[in-house]
């Protein structure tokens, strides 16, 4: 009899413990944290991680980056090269718009005038291309300039857009968002991809599967929501006190002791593609606020690299979590050198005679652009430079500022920054984006991106003349022999002031499996929750 009860009892919680017929599951909702906001949904509206990252899980690229970062076919099922600067791209057949619309040919060559707008901010991913072709509903010949040898790694972060979606909402042309105007396609999205959207408000976007996805899906979320937390603190707290939050993106490294005494979490850390460093005006006769522009004198910006310790700040203030440089690119990005790495080390007494020799023994005041939660503990890296150039008499403020106001002054086209942070990521992994968007001459008759993220102004004909080889040469030996040239002017020239490479960190539930990128970019067709 007790074990015919016993029996019975099992057979009693197995049956209740079975969904009744018709009752929903559990949805699997998968939640992620952020220090900061997309500026929209349009995917030509800037070439920013952040902005990237999220829009990338709605609208595809012809050629997509896989779980090791490796190219895979996208929207291009395959591609050739059959003549030096044509490229053939087929195009996936079964591929629809998350309207039901068939993809075709028309979208990508729609998409190549659109991303040429005056207020993109994507036109440098296009910027090899002279034209595209549709040959029938489903293939694109794409011509370059020159010889190209990593287009199909610039078209990973080019977009594409539907032709007819574009044009039934009036939004055939990117929003300009530096003149703060709007249109249908910054609020909503219509892509190919994997996720759409379901829900966008100011600092909450939330994403739902395609069902129709052309990929066979590796994940098995139901939604999957992108919150921002712009304080540090708050931001932790809210992945610590709750495990609503599945995944904390812009982990502050002075944060990573206590996390990694979370029983519940893990830490993914791996080497980012992102270089921090400092840029200069070099182009303007006077500062905003009156006075000789110094940084027009290359002793200036000597004194400058000379006086800001790069190993300091990644110890004390990113605690040992960053890789110090003397290039615009670290390691994991293709035309790194080790040997073009080593930077001078400090020496006040050589950076004050340079500014003496300048003409300002005194010193002088500027401001200095700073994002406040946009890089790892930014804002302390910019206190940090502060007090070191107060130590050769140099008075720098760091105002308080949005990270919106930070991006409209170092951001074109305003370009009106005196003294900068910034940080960038190669989507290409290739040394030359960075090059062309930073070191080359912009305005004039520069060709298509060039100069995009010049801030400074800071232009030099052999550097430019390099970059018209660099673009297109073949050899590799050669072609790092002219980034070597192009680095060693840069140095000599101090356009810049390179930081740190960052460390990329992550905290993630266990229950979680995801892909951790080295440009940053959360792909949600690859995470898992739970045991689903």
């Not at 050629?63 to 090791?68: D, E, F, K, L, Y």
Request: aromatic fraction near 8%; charge should be negative; hydrophobic fraction near 40%.
């Amino acid at each position: 009899m007790h074990v015919r009860r016993w029996l019975l009892a099992v057979l009693l919680l197995m049956l209740l413990s079975v969904p009744r017929h018709g009752e929903p599951r559990p949805i699997t909702r998968f939640v992620w944290v952020g220090a900061s906001d997309i500026r929209g949904l349009d995917p030509y509206l800037l070439n920013q991680s952040v902005q990237l990252s999220l829009v990338s899980n709605i609208y595809e690229p012809l050629v997509r980056r896989g779980r090791n970062f490796e190219l895979q076919p996208g929207l291009a099922s395959r591609w050739s090269q059959p003549k030096p600067l044509v490229w053939r791209f087929h195009l996936r057949e079964g591929a629809r718009w998350q309207d039901g619309t068939p993809f075709t040919a028309e979208d990508v060559v729609f998409s190549w005038h659109r991303v040429l707008a005056k207020s993109s901010g994507m036109s440098g991913s296009v910027a090899a291309i002279t034209a595209v072709k549709a040959v029938g509903e489903n293939t694109v010949e794409i011509t370059t300039h020159d010889l190209d040898p990593i287009l199909p790694q610039e078209l990973t972060e080019f977009l594409i857009m539907s032709k007819a979606w574009c044009e039934k909402y009036h939004a055939t042309e990117p929003a300009d968002i530096a003149a703060f105007r709007s249109n249908y396609a910054v609020d909503h999205a219509m892509g190919t991809g994997p996720f759409k959207v379901m829900r966008r408000q100011p600092g909450k976007t939330v994403l739902i599967p395609n069902p129709d996805w052309w990929d066979k899906p590796e994940h098995n979320l139901d939604e999957a929501e992108f919150d921002v937390i712009a304080d540090p603190a708050a931001r932790i707290a809210a992945f610590t006190r709750s495990d609503e939050v599945d995944l904390l993106e812009d982990v502050p490294p002075d944060s990573v002791p206590a996390l990694r005494q979370l029983p519940s979490a893990q830490l993914l850390q791996k080497p980012e593609l992102r270089t921090i460093f400092v840029g200069m005006d070099q182009s303007r006769p006077d500062l905003p606020g009156g006075g000789r522009n110094p940084f027009l004198d290359r002793r200036v910006r000597e004194a400058f690299a000379l006086a800001i310790d790069e190993q300091e700040i990644a110890e004390s203030i990113l605690h040992g979590l960053a890789h110090p440089t003397w290039l615009l690119w670290g390691p994991g990005v293709s035309g790194y050198d080790p040997a073009q790495d080593h930077h001078p080390a400090p020496d006040l007494d050589r950076a004050r005679q340079d500014l003496a020799a300048a003409g300002f023994a005194g010193g002088f005041n500027v401001a200095m652009d700073c994002p406040n939660g946009r890089y790892a503990n930014d804002a302390e890296i910019c206190k940090s430079i502060a007090r070191m150039l107060a130590a050769i008499g140099v008075t720098i403020s760091v105002p308080q500022e949005t990270q919106l106001v930070w991006l409209r002054h170092v951001g074109s086209p305003l370009y009106d920054a005196s003294l900068y942070l910034i940080g960038w990521t190669p989507d290409t992994q290739d040394a030359f984006q960075v090059l062309d968007a930073f070191a080359g001459s912009r305005g004039g008759d520069a060709p298509l991106g060039r100069g995009e993220w010049n801030t400074g102004g800071y232009s030099n004909g052999r550097v430019d003349a390099l970059l018209e080889h660099i673009r297109s040469e073949t050899v590799p030996a050669a072609r790092q022999t002219e980034l070597n040239n192009a680095t060693q002017i840069l140095q000599h020239d101090v356009a810049y002031i390179p930081l740190h490479q960052q460390t990329l960190i992550w905290a993630v539930r266990n229950d979680v499996k995801l892909e951790q990128s080295p440009d940053a970019h959360l792909a949600l067709r690859y995470v898992r929750k739970g045991a689903g």
